[in-house]
């Protein structure tokens, strides 16, 4: 967000734990698939939410997700763009940009 020019968009923190409690505190949350929304996932089941990806297109029952921190392991990490099932995703939050 921040070199898009939107660091405002959503809460900073030095956690995934924090970074999820201040949205859940500030942001509009819910379970309706929009562009632009954050996508909050499971990576490592039966967890819960541990994992947030930006949602950057929706195809039926399917959404395309933009994910950092991410990759083939062993220490290899970055960015990468994935398609999921739209009902994998456990909640949504929604930025005002």
């Known amino acids: 967000f921040a070199a898009s ?3 405002s968009a959503v809460p900073q923190a030095t956690s995934y734990t924090k970074f999820r409690a ?3 505190r500030t942001m509009p949350t819910g379970r309706t698939l929009q562009v632009g929304a954050l996508a909050f996932l ?3 089941p039966p967890a819960d939410d541990n994992h947030v990806a930006l949602v950057v ?3 039926g029952k399917n959404v395309t997700i933009i994910e950092g921190n991410m990759g ?3 220490g290899k ?4 763009t994935r398609t999921i099932r739209a009902s ?3 909640f949504y939050a929604y930025p005002s940009y």
């Open 72 to 74: 083939a392991g062993r």
């Open 77 to 80: 990490r970055g960015v990468v």
């Open 88 to 90: 994998s995703v456990i």
């Open 57 to 59: 297109a929706r195809k």
């Open 22 to 24: 201040e949205v859940r």
């Open 5 to 7: 020019g939107h660091r």
């Open 42 to 44: 499971d990576t490592r």
